[in-house]
């Protein structure tokens, strides 16, 4: 038999996805505990979520918390940071540490035969870290030669110079990486009192999942019960996500100038929503649609149709707290005030001229729910993303509820949220590139003179 | 699955146009993963025409005959996931789609890699060439220290050497290109006797089979390229090059050639690979980084390729160190494994690794390194999808002893070493070394 080549095979029903059952258990310590069975590779992971990530930097402090994270696999009790990295190696580790704006997340992946061993390491790394001067003078060093190297990272310098922008001085307005002032400030006294400030067992959610039972992998998590809550040496002020930013005119048009730039590296957006709100599944159905897939309206006009790109998308960088809506893109030089021009356009166009057709609110609907199924393939993916529930105090039925929710908004739901979460006046655009090169078209823009900001801010 | 038994089972058919076809079963999660290669990358282009393999595959998503418009919307539409990306050696395109949509992607593959032509225009053709060398200012001439691997592969081989030039190509190349170049490329690269298609995942291997033939069974097969004639290739001595690049600190690249993939002692040095640079407790980042404090970083790596790899160990100085120095420590430490080999301990922990990463590899059904790559790149290098057990095989019987050999039988004095310094501050790189061109 042969291909009928007059028409595209049609799609059958969507399989049947249910997400596997999360068991919940708090520890006498306080401390909340998942469990989720992933069965098929005998591998587990553990993810440990601590409250406070960049977002509880204080505020001459920014950089502070990723310099806790930092000092976790740096040693701990009688092992010095060679012996923790020689401990990891040992049982075939996947470690890693991710400081967010709301939370710092340690995660852990090994073999099962290894689960304790790995269970024992990561518990005693986050709660009994050594923060030893030594080491904390050279990961802070090595930070600081970081920040060095970013200034010479186009697309570093712009997400720095963006959260800026969209923020101030708000606890969100900085990358987790800080400010050299900030970091050269801080002190091993600073690292313990955010440590003991933060890393307490009921600010804390353990996320288990593999190839074993719920009660083996509860078994394994156990040792996260000697985890006692220590006495609070600094009072916490309220978390970033309930401090408002000030609501200020944002800047049309800032500019970072880098001479000689083979591109302009481009951001527009502003502040819009909360990971948390109701409207969530409109707003990922406009976002599909807008740039945040191949076929969306942003990519196929400055790259398949203009070809000032390798690729544009649009996206929310989602916290607790009001989050941005952002257009990210690096393009040719030469093309900089029309890929400007044209993206502003989409997003404006998508309020009132340009809604949504049918099948665009189909393909992208259908991008999102069809092959949700993916996201769950290995145990890693799984206990991350039941650690997203915690983040954003979603209910455990969250995934399964995902497809129906997504594929139940309307092109009206669409509308509403594009003219209650998008705003063409407000915003920001900003560009990384060579400024010289550039100035004369941007004045046609008709956003005014830019503002022309320094590499570090 | 226990630790014994680490394998991706298979079946293998070859269609009478010459496809090879594997399947994998895998029904924990109601995906499909559709894996297609092709036995051909940059080092199939010619000297003038560098970039062409990959620009090449920017036009597979562009439409084919039968669907003449976009590739991507079609599966997005599905539900699928998708990509392709092209090295020296082989071009591969991927979908990981809902289990209800397979026939949808085998349809799409094999129309492209039957009918692609009609569907590449001029105006499609030059498009892409403009993306790809958006592409180009974005990951290599706009990055710090992007063009150092051009730099290396340059000097590494003779100018029309295969492996001499980067998959991205010359920007000067990419804009020489043509139309009539896509057509004779396709016609002797892109057909049935060239590549081979996986599918893996929650579907049942008959019906994969059936699925196979019925898209793909009526496609012409075309003549087997001949594999590309890659000389056998040596430096004669230690050549050193710097190129100012806007960057903060120096960063020094060694570059040495090392054996192909699979053959013996590339095993062997991707544990070096690990002694060397991989943790803290690797010997160089112990004492670069960890200790002295001279370094900000270290890597090495062995880059396995089809024919002929190179090894590549990569320091950033500090702000304030030299290259010399930081060369200095590297070569004793080089020296002290080519002389002593690893210990036990490193042994032990390296083999540790190197098994729990290939159990790490039988998660993923789909894309970039998921099972269905790696039973196409088995297949495509040894002729054997089975490949995968041996292939651990190698790490576990690598002994102190052969990874000592292979370092000092391949990490010799006769290698490239590249300083990439700050513009402006010639004094910082090595001496003698000879100022090279990037663009």
């Given at each position: 038999m042969s291909a009928d080549r007059s028409r595209l095979p049609e799609v059958g029903p969507d399989p049947a996805f249910a997400f596997p059952n999360i068991v919940g258990h708090t520890l006498p310590n306080g401390l909340q505990v998942r469990t989720i069975e992933h069965h098929g590779v005998p591998?587990?992971?553990?993810?440990?979520?601590?409250?406070?990530?960049?977002?509880?930097?204080?505020?001459?402090?920014?950089?502070?918390?990723?310099?806790?994270?930092?000092?976790?696999?740096?040693?701990?009790?009688?092992?010095?940071?060679?012996?923790?990295?020689?401990?990891l190696a040992r049982i075939g580790a996947d470690y890693d540490a991710d400081v967010n704006p709301d939370v710092t997340t340690f995660s852990l992946t090994t073999l099962t035969r290894f689960a304790g061993r790995g269970a024992s390491l990561l518990a005693d790394m986050t709660t009994k870290p050594s923060v030893r001067e030594s080491d904390f003078d050279r990961v802070r060093q090595l930070r600081l030669d970081r920040l060095k190297q970013l200034n010479d990272l186009p697309t570093a310098v712009a997400e720095r110079a963006f959260l800026r922008l969209m923020y101030a001085q708000h606890p969100y307005g900085h990358l987790a990486i800080g400010n050299d002032l900030a970091l050269r400030s801080l002190s091993i006294a600073d690292v313990a009192a955010l440590h003991a400030a933060t890393f307490r067992p009921p600010q804390a959610t353990l996320i288990v999942s593999g190839a074993m039972s719920h009660d083996d992998l509860l078994a394994?998590?156990?040792?996260?019960?000697?985890?006692?809550?220590?006495?609070?040496?600094?009072?916490?002020?309220?978390?970033?996500?309930?401090?408002?930013?000030?609501?200020?005119?944002?800047?049309?048009?800032?500019?970072?100038?880098?001479?000689?730039?083979?591109?302009?590296?481009?951001r527009i957006g502003h502040l819009s929503a909360r990971r948390k709100t109701?409207?969530?599944?409109?707003?990922?159905?406009?976002?599909?649609?807008?740039?945040?897939?191949?076929?969306?309206?942003?990519?196929?006009?400055?790259?398949?149709?203009?070809?000032?790109?390798?690729?544009?998308?649009?996206?929310?960088d989602w916290r607790r707290g009001i989050s941005p809506f952002v257009l990210s893109a690096s393009v040719h030089t030469a093309s900089t005030a029309e890929a400007v021009r044209d993206s502003m356009a989409e997003i404006a166009d998508l309020r009132d001229s340009r809604p949504p057709s049918d099948e665009e609110l189909t393909l992208a609907k259908a991008s999102l729910t069809r092959g949700y199924p993916r996201n769950f393939e290995t145990a890693q993916q799984v206990a991350r993303s039941v650690a997203q529930l915690a983040l954003y105090g979603l209910p455990d039925s969250y995934f399964s509820e995902f497809v129906p929710k997504v594929n139940a908004v309307t092109r009206e739901d669409v509308t509403l949220a594009a003219v209650r979460y998008l705003d063409p006046e407000k915003l920001t655009t900003l560009i990384v590139g060579d400024h010289t090169v550039i100035a004369d078209s941007l004045a046609t823009l008709g956003l005014g003179e830019p503002s022309v900001l320094p590499v570090e801010l | 699955?226990?630790?014994?038994?680490?394998?991706?089972?298979?079946?293998?058919?070859?269609?009478?146009?010459?496809?090879?076809?594997?399947?994998?079963?895998?029904?924990?999660?109601?995906?499909?993963?559709?894996?297609?290669?092709?036995?051909?990358?940059?080092?199939?282009?010619?000297?003038?025409?560098?970039?062409?393999?990959?620009?090449?595959e920017h036009l597979m998503f562009e439409g084919s005959a039968h669907h003449n418009k976009g590739y991507f919307h079609p599966l997005q539409q599905a539900g699928a996931l998708l990509n392709g990306s092209t090295n020296t050696d082989r071009t591969n395109y991927w979908e990981v789609v809902p289990t209800s949509a397979v026939d949808r992607a085998l349809w799409m593959e094999s129309d492209r890699?039957?009918?692609?032509?009609?569907?590449?225009?001029?105006?499609?053709?030059?498009?892409?060439?403009?993306?790809?060398?958006?592409?180009?200012?974005?990951?290599?001439?706009?990055?710090?220290?992007?063009?150092?691997?051009?730099?290396?592969?340059?000097?590494?081989?003779?100018?029309?050497?295969?492996?001499?030039?980067?998959?991205?190509?010359?920007?000067?190349d990419i804009r020489a290109m043509q139309l009539e170049d896509v057509q004779t490329f396709f016609r002797t690269y892109y057909h049935t006797a060239n590549a081979s298609l996986v599918l893996a995942g929650d579907l049942d291997t008959e019906r994969a089979f059936e699925l196979a033939d019925q898209y793909f069974g009526e496609l012409q097969p075309g003549v087997k390229p001949p594999p590309v004639a890659c000389g056998e290739v040596s430096l004669a001595r230690e050549q050193r090059l710097v190129f100012e690049d806007r960057v903060q600190v120096p960063r020094i690249y060694i570059a040495w050639h090392s054996p192909a993939m699979f053959a013996a002692g590339d095993a062997e040095l991707d544990l070096v690979a690990d002694l060397l640079a991989n943790g803290k407790t690797s010997r160089l980042y112990r004492t670069l980084v960890y200790e002295q404090r001279v370094a900000l970083d270290v890597s090495a790596h062995q880059h396995s390729r089809e024919a002929g790899s190179f090894f590549l160990l990569v320091a950033t100085a500090a702000p304030g160190q030299g290259l010399?120095?930081?060369?200095?420590?590297?070569?004793?430490?080089?020296?002290?494994?080519?002389?002593?080999?690893?210990?036990?301990?490193?042994?032990?922990?390296?083999?540790?690794?190197?098994?729990?990463?290939?159990?790490?590899?039988?998660?993923?059904?789909?894309?970039?390194g998921g099972k269905s790559d790696q039973l196409n790149a088995y297949n495509m290098l040894r002729n054997d999808p089975g490949f995968f057990s041996v292939d651990l095989e190698r790490y576990r019987r690598a002994t102190p002893e052969s990874v000592r050999g292979a370092s000092a039988r391949y990490l010799h004095d006769r290698r490239i070493v590249l300083s990439v310094i700050p513009r402006g501050q010639s004094t910082l790189a090595l001496a003698d070394s000879e100022s090279v061109l990037v663009s």
């Open positions: 591998v587990i992971t553990f993810v440990l979520q601590v409250d406070g990530g960049s977002g509880a930097d204080p505020a001459d402090k920014e950089g502070l918390a990723a310099v806790v994270a930092d000092m976790v696999d740096e040693g701990t009790g009688s092992l010095s940071a060679i012996d923790v990295s020689d401990a394994a998590a156990s040792i996260f019960g000697e985890w006692s809550d220590g006495t609070r040496t600094t009072e916490q002020g309220p978390p970033a996500a309930e401090i408002e930013p000030s609501d200020r005119p944002a800047l049309r048009l800032a500019v970072v100038p880098r001479e000689n730039a083979a591109q302009s590296e481009l109701p409207d969530y599944p409109a707003l990922l159905v406009m976002n599909a649609l807008l740039g945040g897939q191949f076929v969306s309206r942003v990519n196929l006009r400055l790259r398949e149709e203009k070809a000032y790109t390798y690729g544009a998308r649009t996206g929310f | 699955m226990t630790s014994s038994a680490i394998e991706i089972p298979f079946t293998k058919r070859t269609l009478a146009n010459g496809l090879d076809v594997i399947v994998h079963e895998d029904r924990r999660v109601p995906i499909v993963a559709v894996n297609v290669w092709y036995h051909v990358g940059s080092k199939n282009e010619r000297p003038g025409r560098t970039g062409f393999a990959h620009l090449f890699m039957g009918y692609l032509l009609p569907a590449v225009t001029h105006e499609r053709f030059e498009t892409q060439r403009d993306v790809v060398l958006n592409e180009r200012r974005q990951n290599y001439e706009n990055r710090p220290y992007g063009m150092a691997l051009m730099a290396i592969s340059a000097a590494m081989y003779p100018p029309d050497h295969p492996y001499a030039w980067m998959t991205i190509g010359s920007a000067d010399t120095g930081l060369l200095a420590q590297v070569d004793e430490a080089l020296q002290r494994v080519r002389e002593g080999g690893p210990t036990d301990g490193e042994m032990e922990r390296a083999i540790a690794q190197a098994e729990a990463h290939f159990m790490y590899r039988l998660q993923t059904v789909g894309g970039f």
